[in-house]
T-cell receptor, first 116, second 113 residues
């Protein structure tokens, strides 16, 4: 149990376009979802915390108008990178916690974004 | 509060030997700790966790040790296999009142045949 999926697994886009990444909890309802980005050979950097039906809480330095997060249901959160630029190229990973085990984050497989 | 490293320390271990990966955690108030394994191009995979009321917990081929006195966490992998090659991260629930984690910088484990 506690499987988290992401779609797409990789995406290449042109500079200036927007890209949407989906995060789904497949076999549980996610009380909270998190979005991270990870640069090569570095640890995970938290971007925002998302709860169903409420606005996401962004970490300091993360532009909320650039990284739009929507958490429409207990099993789906989306991250939209708006007007993407090459510096937004990164590995984006989501995680989710579930009821009864709210301390443990279960991670998705990640989405590799490359902006040309 | 997230930890970002400029490069990953590497631990090279002979296949069949035991591996010990160490982590110094940040917040003395943290009461939940997790080890994750991350293979190249994939998301972190949960390995084992431990709460602060314990100092040792065992799983299948893995053991986590917690030393709260010196804020140290370790992951022991018995009979290391090639499939264990990955980056290992420790995490703590260092942000009280939230479910956010503080991540360690990570250690790359290389298993030598």
């Amino acid at each position: 149990g506690a499987v988290v999926s992401q779609h797409p697994s990789w995406v290449i886009c042109k500079s200036g376009t927007s890209v949407k990444i989906e995060c789904r909890s497949l076999d549980f309802q996610a009380t909270t979802m998190f979005w991270y980005r990870q640069f090569p050979k570095q640890s995970l950097m938290l971007m925002a915390t998302s709860n169903e039906g409420s606005k996401a809480t962004y970490e300091q330095g993360v532009e909320k108008d650039k990284f739009l997060i929507n958490h429409a249901s207990l099993t789906l959160s989306t991250l939209t990178v708006t007007s993407a630029h090459p510096e937004d190229s990164s590995f984006y990973i989501c995680s989710a916690t579930r009821e009864g085990s709210t301390d443990t984050q279960y991670f998705g497989p990640g989405t590799r974004l490359t902006v040309l | 509060g997230e930890s970002v490293g400029l490069h990953l320390p590497t631990l090279s271990v002979q296949e069949g030997d035991n591996s010990i990966i160490n982590c110094a955690y940040s917040n003395s108030a943290s009461d939940y700790f997790i080890w994750y394994k991350q293979e190249s191009g994939k998301g972190p995979q949960f390995i084992i966790d431990i709460r602060s009321n314990m100092d040792k917990r065992q799983g299948q081929r893995v053991t986590v040790l917690l030393n709260k006195t010196v804020k140290h966490l370790s992951l022991q992998i018995a009979a290391t296999q090639p499939g264990d090659s990955a980056v290992y991260f420790c995490a703590e629930n260092g942000f009280r009142g939230t479910y956010k984690y503080i991540f360690g910088t990570g250690t790359r484990l290389k298993v030598l045949a």
